[in-house]
C-alpha cells in the first residue's frame, strides 16, 4: 500500500510538473467552453438541461486522456527507471494501480472543472440534481475505464507519441463500436451494442444508477489495467 | 550470500548468457569484467531480478530470485549503468520516493535521507531537481538510492563510467567503502578498477566465465614464466659472452645504444630475459652481472597486467588468427617486428587505466608470444 501510494504521489508530483498535462488542461476547458458557449449561450435552448452539454464534454475526454496517460509508463520505459521500479520490492500490480490512482485523480480534477457548466446553468433555469451529480459520477466511471485503456496503451511503447496515438485509437474503435455495424438492428449490432464505451453512459444521464452499468465501466478498467500488468510483467522474460 | 547455478539467457534466438556458475560470499567485494556485450549488465539484471533467466537458479541467501522475487529484492541494492533518476524530481523527493518504494520504516525515512545525503556528499543540493544534477551527482545520487535500504548485496553496473578522475576516486572510496558491510559485486571495464577495490573477480566472454580469482593471484599465475626486464651498462657484445652461457634464461635484446663520445654517456643495453621456469633469478642474475662488472641501471620482474591477463582470456580468437599470419611470415620481419613492439611497450612501462593502451601493450603480448615460438 505505501509503495502504491509512493508511485501515485510521484505520478501526481509528475502531473503538476510536466506542460503535458497542462497543456491537456488547457485543451480540455477551452474546447468544452467554447462548445458550451455554442449550445447553450449561442443556441439557447428552450429548457435548461445539463445533458445539452455533456455530449461535447464526453468527446474531448477522447482526446484528452490518452494525452494525460501517455506518459506514464512509457517514460519510465524511456528513462530506464523501470529498473529502479522493477528491482525494488514493490508488486507490478502497486506500480500499475499507483499509476492508475494518480490518473484518476487528474479525472476528477477534469471532472471539477466540467461542473462549472451545470453551475452557470442554474442560474439559468431549474437544474435536474440529481441528473448532474449522476452525470458527473458517471463521467468518473466512463474516464476511469478510458484512464485504464490509456495507461494501458502506454505500457506498449517507449515511445509518448505512439502511446498516444494507440491509446486514441483503442479509445475510438470503442468509442464507436456501435455504429460499425451499421444502424439496422442487425445481429452483428445488437451483439456488439453492449460493448461500446458511451452507450452505458447515457442511464446516468438519466438519473439512473444501475448496477450492470457501473459493473460494466469497473470491469473494462478491471481487464485493461490486468493487461497492463502483465505487459510489464512480461518485460522481465524478453 | 550469492548462488548462481548453471544460468542462461537467450534473447530472441541470441545467446546473451550461458550456462554462468559462480557464488560469492558475505563481504566479498567482486569484480565483473568483460568487453562490451559479454553479458555483465545481462548477468546482473538477472541477480536483481529484472529479467528471468532462461535456465538456471539464481538463489541470495538461499531465496530463489525467481519464486520469491520480492524478498530477494529488498535485499539487493541495484545501481545500473545510467543511474534510474527522474529529472523532474528534486534530490530529497527522489530520495523519498526510492525509501518508499523499497520499504525504508516510515519514521526511519527522514532519517535516512539526510543519513544518504551526507554520506554522498549531496549537501545543499537537496532541492535542486535531478535534471540539473552533473553526470557525478547524479551517479552518487543514484547511489545513494541503492543503498538506502541498506541492501545485503549491492549490485553496481559500472559505476564509474563517465566520471572524471576526481569523481572516480570519491565513487572508488565510497565503495570500498560500502564493502566493509555491505557484498559487493560491480562491473566495470577499467582494469586497475578491479585490482584497487575488489578481492575477487570473474571476467566474463561472450557470455561465460572464463576466470575466476583474486587479481593479485592472477599476475604471476598467469604468467607460466619469469620474466625480467634489465637495463646494463655495457656494450651489446659484453652482455652476450656473460649471458649466453647462462642456459636458464633466454636473452632478448630490446634496445641497444651505442655511447656517443661527445656525451660521454657509456654504452647500455636494455634487455628481456626470460626464464624457463617461474623460479625467480633476480638474484642469480645480479651476481653474474656484478662479477662481470657490469652494472645495472634497472631491473623490473614484468608481471602480466591485468589488461594482459583481460586481453590473453577474451581474445583468443584474435590471437590464434595472428599466430598463423605471423607464422607464414619471413622469421626476420617477425623479429623486427617483434623489436617495434617490444620498445612500444616499454614506452609505457606501466600500463594504466588507459584503454587505448592496454590494447597496443595486448597486441604486443601477443606478438612477442608468436615471436618467442618462432625462433
Keep these: 500500500m505505501r509503495r502504491m501510494m509512493a508511485v501515485c504521489n510521484k505520478e501526481l508530483q509528475a502531473y503538476f510538473l510536466s506542460p503535458t498535462s497542462y497543456f491537456a488542461f488547457a485543451v480540455y476547458v477551452l474546447m468544452t467552453s467554447l462548445l458550451f458557449y455554442s449550445s447553450f449561450v449561442y443556441y439557447q435552448p428552450s429548457i435548461v438541461d445539463y445533458r445539452l452539454v455533456l455530449g461535447d464534454t464526453l468527446s474531448m475526454l477522447l482526446f484528452v486522456v490518452p494525452l494525460l496517460t501517455m506518459r506514464l509508463v512509457a517514460e519510465e520505459f524511456r528513462q530506464g527507471t523501470d529498473e529502479l521500479l522493477l528491482t525494488s520490492p514493490a508488486r507490478v500490480t502497486e506500480i500499475i494501480f499507483g499509476k492508475y490512482l494518480a490518473s484518476l485523480a487528474i479525472l476528477v480534477a477534469l471532472i471539477l472543472c466540467s461542473l462549472v457548466y451545470p453551475f452557470i446553468m442554474s442560474f439559468f433555469g431549474e437544474l435536474d440534481l440529481t441528473s448532474v451529480w449522476l452525470s458527473a459520477l458517471g463521467l468518473f466511471f466512463l474516464g476511469g475505464s478510458m484512464m485504464a485503456i490509456g495507461l494501458f496503451a502506454s505500457t506498449l511503447s517507449q515511445h509518448q507519441m505512439v502511446s498516444a496515438v494507440a491509446g486514441f485509437i483503442i479509445l475510438l474503435v470503442l468509442w464507436m463500436l456501435d455504429s460499425f455495424a451499421g444502424n439496422s438492428g442487425s445481429a452483428l449490432q445488437q451483439w456488439l451494442d453492449p460493448f461500446a464505451l458511451t452507450n452505458r453512459f447515457d442511464s446516468f444521464t438519466k438519473g439512473v444508477l444501475s448496477g450492470p452499468d457501473v459493473l460494466y465501466y469497473v470491469t473494462l478498467s478491471g481487464v485493461f489495467l490486468l493487461l497492463s500488468i502483465q505487459i510489464v510483467e512480461r518485460k522481465r522474460w524478453r | ?375
Excluded at chain 2, 554520506?119 to 552518487?140: D, F
Excluded at chain 2, 555491505?182 to 578491479?194: A, G, N, Q
Excluded at chain 2, 633466454?250 to 656525451?263: C, K, L, M, N, Y
Aim: charged share 25%; glycine share 8%.
Design chain 2, 1 to 375: 550470500m550469492l548462488e548462481v547455478k548453471q544460468v542462461s539467457k537467450v534473447f530472441d534466438g541470441r545467446r546473451g548468457v550461458h550456462q554462468l556458475d559462480f557464488t560469492m560470499e558475505r563481504g566479498e567485494i567482486v569484480g565483473f569484467l568483460g568487453p562490451n556485450g559479454a553479458g555483465k549488465t545481462t548477468t546482473m539484471r538477472m541477480i536483481t531480478g529484472y529479467l528471468h533467466p532462461t535456465a538456471g537458479s539464481i538463489t541470495v541467501d538461499g531465496i530463489s530470485v525467481h519464486d520469491q522475487g520480492r524478498s530477494v529484492r529488498s535485499k539487493i541494492g541495484y545501481l545500473p549503468e545510467t543511474p534510474p533518476l527522474y529529472p523532474d524530481m528534486t534530490v530529497q523527493s527522489y530520495l523519498k520516493f526510492v525509501a518508499n518504494l523499497r520499504d525504508v520504516p516510515a519514521r526511519e525515512v527522514k532519517l535516512r535521507i539526510s543519513e544518504m545525503v551526507s554520506r554522498l556528499g549531496l549537501q545543499g543540493r537537496e532541492k535542486q531537481l535531478v535534471r540539473g544534477l552533473s553526470k557525478g551527482y547524479k551517479q552518487r545520487l543514484g547511489l545513494a538510492g541503492s543503498i538506502i535500504h541498506k541492501p545485503d548485496l549491492l549490485v553496481l553496473d559500472e559505476p564509474t563510467s563517465g566520471l572524471d578522475p576526481n569523481q572516480i576516486m570519491e565513487i572508488r572510496d565510497l565503495i570500498r567503502e560500502l564493502g566493509e558491510n555491505h557484498t559487493v559485486l560491480l562491473s566495470t571495464h577499467i582494469l586497475p578498477e578491479v585490482s584497487a577495490l575488489c578481492n575477487r573477480m570473474l571476467i566474463i566472454n561472450q557470455g561465460q566465465l572464463v576466470l575466476d580469482g583474486s587479481p593479485q593471484h592472477f599476475g604471476s599465475a598467469m604468467g607460466d614464466q619469469f620474466k625480467v626486464s634489465i637495463e646494463v651498462k655495457a656494450t651489446e657484445q659484453q652482455l652476450h659472452n656473460v649471458l649466453t652461457p647462462w642456459e636458464k634464461v633466454r636473452v632478448e635484446v630490446i634496445q641497444a645504444s651505442a655511447g656517443q663520445a661527445s656525451t660521454a654517456s657509456a654504452d647500455t643495453v636494455k634487455m628481456l630475459l626470460t626464464g624457463e621456469s617461474s623460479d625467480d633469478f633476480r638474484e642469480e642474475l645480479f651476481y653474474i652481472l656484478s662479477g662481470a662488472g657490469l652494472p645495472i641501471l634497472e631491473m623490473k620482474k614484468e608481471n602480466l597486467s591485468l589488461e594482459q591477463i583481460f586481453l590473453k582470456l577474451t581474445t583468443t580468437e584474435t590471437e590464434t588468427e595472428s599466430e598463423s599470419e605471423l607464422a607464414t611470415q619471413e622469421p626476420e620481419a617477425d623479429e623486427v617486428q617483434l623489436a617495434n613492439l617490444a620498445t612500444d611497450e616499454e614506452a609505457h612501462p606501466d600500463t594504466t587505466s588507459d584503454q587505448e593502451q592496454s590494447t597496443k601493450a595486448g597486441s604486443a603480448l601477443s606478438d612477442s608470444h608468436t615471436g618467442e615460438d618462432s625462433k
